[in-house]
């Protein structure tokens, strides 16, 4: 069994900031990337920010320069730093990761529960 709790989620005013974690627990022998995506009502589910293992990062031209993607290997967390928020990207955040269960496995993508963020005055 394999878990991402995510955390950090809740209402921030236009321009403000907020710190997303996600924690992957369980049967893991590793885990090749993470990353966070975001869905808004009537649109389909979003990539923000993704990062490997190796700290290779992947952001969406809209977040560039406004949001960190980061990982703590040790811990199995990924967190996004979003800074200067804006009420468009007001969705549940999704944490996701690549994950090998056992040596002898194939990756699987699992996702976490997801976390509303809000931006609004």
């Known amino acids: 069994q394999v878990q991402l709790v995510e955390s950090g989620g809740g209402l921030v005013q236009p321009g403000g900031s907020l710190r997303l974690s996600c924690a992957a627990s369980?049967?893991?022998?590793?885990?090749?990337?993470m990353g966070w995506y975001r869905q808004a009502p009537g649109n389909q589910r979003e990539l923000v920010a993704s990062i490997t293992s190796g700290g290779s990062t992947t952001y969406a031209d809209s977040v560039k320069g406004r949001f960190t993607i980061s990982r703590d290997n040790a811990k199995n967390t990924v967190y996004l730093q979003m800074n200067s928020l804006k009420p468009e990207e007001t969705a549940v955040y999704y944490c996701?990761?690549?994950?090998?269960?056992?040596?002898?496995?194939?990756?699987?993508?699992?996702w976490g529960q997801g976390t509303q963020v809000t931006v609004s005055s």
């Open positions: 369980g049967s893991i022998f590793s885990i090749r990337a």
């Open positions: 996701n990761a690549l994950i090998r269960r056992y040596y002898y496995t194939v990756e699987d993508n699992y």
